[in-house]
């Protein structure tokens, strides 16, 4: 397949899956599902939802179809509320109601809320049956795609049920992003930086140097010119490329460690996103969108604990400011939103581990509670002052 492939080898488990990144690679769906489901394949379902289905599900199953496959199909509706166990009770009874075995497979097709559902649903049923993934959101292309978490919410939290399943193959066809509305393309950008920050001065160069070719506002208008589809493919496979080289070292994201590679490091900007998720029930931010203001605080934060100096905070903030316009985080209350991150805390010993940043490529996992309440609020009220409005 022309574009750029990537082989992601999960040491020790004796497992390796490709991950192809082409423009217009949709259009080879059906000879891309028989390379990836396993050699005797007879069914696949096709796991996706309300949104999605209708733009590019029938396209794919009839593709599929034509691959020879017995076709299935399955749809959540629209949104994060419903990535819950009732919906993967539901997938369960589709896949059985269509007699899937143990040799076929399971395909997500949509954003990360049908990405993790699916997956998780595939890594239980029959303990476990082949999953290929087809990511249409820019977030879930370069981040909850690649990987192999897996899960849903509970009343317990978010994402506190789940596994670590990888899957069989993953097809990234970014023309698919033509159609996603402009919030969730300033999310996907919003991990993208973070991505950068994390990786090194190439993937923070590169990120921002699409930013500035290709302002947020006018996005839209560049879908389907050869140069565009070319800048974002290369951000795309740069961007995967970070991420499978944190996977391949530390899959299951080892308590343990709390070096600059650990996969601990992917939760930069995340202590404060899920904290301002929570706090407005989930209803205000996008889950990438609240990852740009958890970058913005991070850097607010190692500038306070002398970590790291005001270039960096003011580079993290022009960056950032580039992925689009964020919320407005006027009339949230800094002491609610400093509550809400002991939630974070059940993670790891019921301790608060905080990434922050020394300078680009140089994460720095520090542990949170020695971090005095005053200063949380100093920092945020730094950040609400730039962003009231
Ligand atoms: P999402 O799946 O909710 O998709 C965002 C919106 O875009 C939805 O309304 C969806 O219907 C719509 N959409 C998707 N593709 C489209 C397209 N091509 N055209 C038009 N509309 C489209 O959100 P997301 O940002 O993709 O994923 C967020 C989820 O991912 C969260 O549940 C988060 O916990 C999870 N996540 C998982 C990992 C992981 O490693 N597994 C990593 C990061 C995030
Ligand atoms: N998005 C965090 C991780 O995959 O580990």
New binding site residues.
């Given amino acids: 397949m022309a574009g750029t492939t990537l082989k992601i080898d999960i040491s020790g488990r004796g497992g390796s899956y490709e991950i192809a990144i082409a423009n217009g690679s949709i259009s080879r769906v059906g000879s891309w599902a028989k390379q990836h489901s396993g050699k005797v394949a007879r069914k696949i379902i096709v796991v996706s939802?309300?949104?999605?289905f209708p733009?590019?599900g029938g396209f794919v199953a009839e593709q599929l179809r034509s691959a020879g496959f017995e076709v299935g199909t399955w749809q959540l509706k629209?949104?994060?509320v419903h990535?819950n166990w009732r919906n993967v009770e539901k997938a369960l009874n589709a896949f059985a109601a269509f007699d899937l075995s143990r040799t076929d497979a399971v395909v997500a097709l949509?954003?990360?809320?049908?990405?993790?559902l699916a997956?998780f649903a595939a890594s239980i049923y029959l303990r476990g049956v082949p999953f290929l993934q087809i990511?249409?959101?820019?977030?879930?292309m370069i981040?909850?795609?690649?990987?192999?978490?897996?899960?849903v919410?509970s009343s317990a939290g978010?994402?506190r049920v789940?596994s670590f399943y990888q899957p069989s193959g993953v097809l990234i066809d970014t023309g698919?992003?033509?159609?996603?509305?402009p919030r969730?393309i300033t999310?996907?950008l919003c991990?993208a930086v973070k991505q950068g920050v994390l990786s090194g001065r190439e993937l923070f160069k590169t990120t921002s140097d699409f930013l500035s070719r290709y302002p947020v506002a006018e996005m839209s208008k560049n879908f389907g010119e050869r140069e565009f589809g070319n800048a974002i493919d290369s951000l795309v496979a740069a961007q995967v490329g970070f991420k499978a080289s944190i996977v391949r070292g530390d899959e299951r994201e080892s308590t343990g460690r709390a070096d600059a590679r650990s996969r601990k490091i992917?939760n930069f900007g995340h202590t404060l996103a899920h904290a301002l998720e929570k706090v407005t029930s989930y209803k205000h931010f996008?889950?990438?969108e609240a990852v740009g203001y958890g970058i913005l605080y991070a850097a607010e934060l190692s500038k306070m604990l002398a970590l790291t100096d005001d270039k960096v905070v003011n580079l993290l903030y022009d960056v950032v400011h580039r992925t689009g316009r964020l919320p407005s985080l006027s009339g949230i209350d800094p002491e609610e939103v400093v509550e809400a991150f002991r939630f974070d805390k059940k993670q790891v010993a019921g301790s608060l581990q905080m990434i922050l940043i020394k300078g680009i490529g140089k994460p720095a996992i520090v542990n949170g509670d020695g971090i005095p309440r005053s200063t949380h609020i100093r920092a945020l009220k730094h950040l609400f002052k730039k962003h009231q409005s």
């Fill in positions: 939802n309300t949104t999605v733009i590019y629209d949104g994060e990535k949509g954003g990360g809320v049908v990405g993790d997956g990511p249409t959101t820019l977030l879930s981040d909850s795609s690649v990987g192999g978490k897996t899960g919410n978010k994402n789940g698919l992003l033509k159609t996603l509305p969730e999310a996907g991990e992917l996008k889950h990438g």
